[in-house]
C-alpha cells in the first residue's frame, strides 16, 4: 500500500521559512518524479515544484521562483520542500504527489501524478 505523508506545515509570520517534508512508502521511491503541489481555499489545486526521479533536475512554478528549493533523498525516500519568503498568498494546503518515471511538459499537472498525500496547512500571516 502506498502511502504519503506530509509534515512540517504550520504557522509563520510573511517573510518567514517553512520547511515540509514529505515520506513515501510502499512505491519504488526511486523511480517516481515526486511534486508539490498546494491548494488555497475556494480556489483550484496548483502546482508548486517537481523533482524528477534521478538527477535532481527541478522544475517550479513562476510563483516560487527563488523562494522555494525542492529536495529529495532517494535512500529515505524522502523529499522536501524548502520555503523561504514566504507570503501571505503562500497559505494553503500543501500536498505531495508520484508520478512513475514522468517528466516532460505534464509535470505541473495533476493528472499524472497517481499518488497523493494528505497535505499540511501552511498559513503565513502578514
Known amino acids: 500500500q502506498v502511502q504519503l505523508v506530509e509534515s512540517g506545515g504550520g504557522l509563520v509570520q510573511a517573510g518567514g521559512s517553512l520547511r515540509v517534508s514529505c515520506a513515501a512508502s510502499?512505491?519504488?521511491?526511486?523511480?517516481?518524479?515526486m511534486g508539490w503541489f498546494r491548494q488555497a481555499p475556494g480556489k483550484e489545486r496548483e502546482f508548486v515544484s517537481a523533482?524528477?526521479?534521478?538527477?535532481?533536475?527541478?522544475y517550479y512554478a513562476d510563483s516560487v521562483k527563488g523562494r522555494f528549493t525542492i529536495s529529495r533523498d532517494n535512500a529515505k525516500n524522502t523529499v522536501d520542500l524548502q520555503m523561504n519568503g514566504l507570503k501571505a498568498e503562500d497559505t494553503a494546503v500543501y500536498y505531495c504527489?508520484?508520478?512513475?518515471?514522468?517528466?516532460?511538459?505534464?509535470?505541473?499537472?495533476?493528472?499524472?501524478?497517481?499518488?497523493w498525500g494528505q497535505g499540511t496547512q501552511v498559513t503565513v500571516s502578514s
Open positions: 504527489a508520484a508520478a512513475l518515471f514522468m517528466w516532460d511538459n505534464r509535470r505541473h499537472t495533476t493528472p499524472p501524478y497517481k499518488y
Open positions: 510502499g512505491l519504488t521511491f526511486s523511480s517516481y518524479t
Open positions: 523533482i524528477r526521479w534521478s538527477g535532481g533536475i527541478t
